[in-house]
T-cell receptor, first 110, second 113 residues
């Protein structure tokens, strides 16, 4: 069976600091991978998706970036965090149309 | 223009009742429709998806799709307190690729014992 991991589970970072969130998937190969953000009072917003190693598509212009250095690894980064980056960051994977979410990282920017 | 709309709730039903959750979408070419359940502080879990007009049943859950009315619903029969959660509707929009999902903001359901 497939399993998706995210870490860290929670993170508190000051404004202007860098960010690195990691997501890995087990039990499948060449999945589509996605990063979403869920901010307070807002719906799930797709940030990035990837169909393969090194292939990243951005949905929303912002100070975040994503990378996929390995088939089942997806990383979300920022060089300088903003207060507005606070939220619940969710990684998801899919092979067909159904998407399955990881446990998420709750980020608070102070 | 909002693409996927849900009543934010809260929707409150007694234990054992049928809970009816509704979702409308703006793009007629939308292709697939998903229902996720999200407990407070947790990530969304996929309940079911539907892409053909009509009903699709899975245990206590039934998804109903009416493309002419641009309407999708989720019925939960014999509601239990453990069903208390936020229910998210998501659609794949026309012109999208790689199954990108657009989500509504969710409806909070409370099932009272």
């Amino acid at each position: 069976s497939q399993t998706i991991h995210q870490w860290p589970a929670t993170l508190v970072q000051p404004v202007g600091s860098p960010l690195s969130l990691e997501c890995t998937v087990e039990g499948t190969s060449n999945p589509n991978l996605y990063w979403y953000r869920q901010a307070a009072g807002r719906g799930l917003q797709l940030l990035f998706y990837s169909v393969g190693i090194g292939q990243i598509s951005s949905e929303v212009p912002q100070n975040l970036s994503a990378s996929r250095p390995q088939d089942r690894q997806f990383i979300l980064s920022s060089k300088k965090l903003l207060l507005s980056d606070s939220g619940f960051y969710l990684c998801a994977w899919s092979k067909t149309i159904e998407q399955y979410f990881g446990p998420g990282t709750r980020l608070t920017v102070t | 223009q909002k693409e996927v709309e849900q009543n934010s709730g809260p929707l409150s039903v007694p234990e054992g009742a049928i809970a009816s959750l509704n979702c409308t979408y703006s793009d007629r070419g939308s292709q697939s429709f998903f229902w996720y359940r999200q407990y407070s502080g947790k990530s969304p879990e996929l309940i079911m998806f539907i892409y053909s007009n009509g009903d699709k049943e899975d245990g206590r859950f039934t998804a109903q799709l009416n493309k002419a009315s641009q309407y999708v619903s989720l019925l939960i029969r014999d509601s239990q307190p453990s069903d208390s959660a936020t229910y998210l509707c998501a659609v794949t929009l026309p012109g999208g690729s790689n199954y990108k999902l657009t989500f509504g903001k969710g409806t909070l359901l409370t099932v009272n014992p």
